[in-house]
T-cell receptor, first 113, second 112 residues
């Protein structure tokens, strides 16, 4: 079963605009990760944020985590056509479930040139 | 691209048949996890292998089974295929189960 929901399900923007995707989850986590998937192929790891962190940056990516609300957001700044893909959040509950990722349903991002 | 390779790329089977999917992990990685991704959904965890032992299993029936070999490559076997088994099967490797996972390109299985 899916851990939670991602919002929006689909997002269409122009090149140069910012894209924000949200993820909600249900259980306690050790860390939360974001992945990108192009055209139904393999997933590419983007960024990991641990449960004791609130914000993390990597290049044009900014991730926030609010464990009290069980939610995270991914911001892609200055989007490019090459950013067109599906984006998934995945939670790692830690403990005996360490490394067993639970994914959301994903957000389909389309960036128009 | 990651160093994780999966074979075959595509596969077509009929209901009731058996299938074996293969995964070669990235060099230096001793943990392999398998995920099933139905069309339009996020991946779902099937099971994980660490040093040739099963190390956790998701909500999948026993007809989904796996192996990990001494070189840390892995197989996913599915018996008595059902139509709902049609999906993209993803393999991911990591150095220990606690680290970032690197995914292969997947095997797309169609069950007719």
């Amino acid at each position: 079963s899916q851990q939670g929901e991602e919002d929006p399900q689909a997002l269409s923007i122009q090149e140069g605009e910012n894209a924000t995707m949200n993820c909600s989850y249900k259980t306690s986590i050790n860390n939360l990760q974001w992945y990108r998937q192009n055209s139904g192929r393999g997933l590419v790891h983007l960024i990991l944020i641990r449960s004791n962190e609130r914000e993390k940056h990597s290049g044009r990516l900014r991730v926030t985590l609010d464990t009290s609300k069980k939610s995270s957001s991914l911001l892609i700044t200055a989007s490019r056509a090459a950013d067109t893909a599906s984006y998934f959040c995945a939670t790692d509950a830690g403990g005996t479930s360490y490394g067993k990722l639970t994914f959301g349903q994903g957000t389909i991002l389309t960036v128009h040139p | 691209e990651t160093g994780v390779t999966q074979s075959p790329t595509h596969l077509i089977k009929t209901r009731g048949q058996q299938v074996t999917l293969r995964c070669s992990s990235q060099s230096g990685h001793n943990t392999v996890s398998w995920y099933q991704q139905a069309l339009g959904q996020g991946p779902q965890f099937i099971f994980q292998y660490y040093r040739e032992e099963e190390n956790g299993r998701g909500n999948f029936p026993p007809r989904f089974s796996g192996l990990q070999f001494p070189n840390y490559s892995s197989e996913l076997n599915v018996n008595a295929l059902e139509l709902d088994d049609s999906a993209l099967y993803l393999c991911a490797s990591s150095r220990g189960g606690r680290n970032i996972q690197y995914f292969g390109a997947g095997t797309r299985l169609s069950v007719l």
